[in-house]
């Protein structure tokens, strides 16, 4: 079993930037897929970016591509999303996902997720 624990969400303004950490625990996840989905009020569940378990290949949505960047640390189980040039449209609860694939796919069979984390971008 793995806990994921995301940290680092919060208010910001437009043009600014956050950097949200999640850590794992209960084994070590090094060699998982590992990513961000978000989830804005009203809306489903979508990809944000991910990092595949054995090459460390990053994979990121077209709507943050440039801007957000994926990483991870597999000696301390984190990954980090690190996000710039924030819009109101990033707006949502932000979750970390691990799965024991090499690579992340529906959320609906995604074996582990975190809690979330709330984004807030102001204009």
């Known amino acids: 079993q793995v806990q994921l624990v995301e940290s680092g969400g919060g208010l910001v303004q437009a043009g600014g930037s956050l950097r949200l950490s999640c850590v794992a625990s209960?084994?070590?996840?090094?060699?998982?897929?590992m990513g961000w989905f978000r989830q804005a009020p009203g809306k489903e569940r979508e990809f944000v970016a991910q990092?595949?378990?054995?090459?460390?290949?990053?994979y990121y949505a077209h709507s943050v591509k440039g801007r957000f960047t994926i990483s991870r640390d597999s000696a301390k189980n984190l990954v980090y999303l690190q996000m710039n040039s924030l819009t109101p449209e990033d707006t949502a609860v932000y979750y970390c996902?691990?799965?024991?694939?090499?690579?992340?796919?529906?959320?609906?069979?995604?074996?582990?997720w975190g809690k979330g984390t709330l984004v807030t971008v102001s204009s």
């Open positions: 209960g084994r070590t996840v090094s060699r998982n897929a």
């Open positions: 996902a691990a799965d024991s694939s090499d690579l992340l796919s529906s959320p609906s069979v995604i074996d582990y």
């Open positions: 990092i595949a378990g054995s090459s460390g290949v990053t």
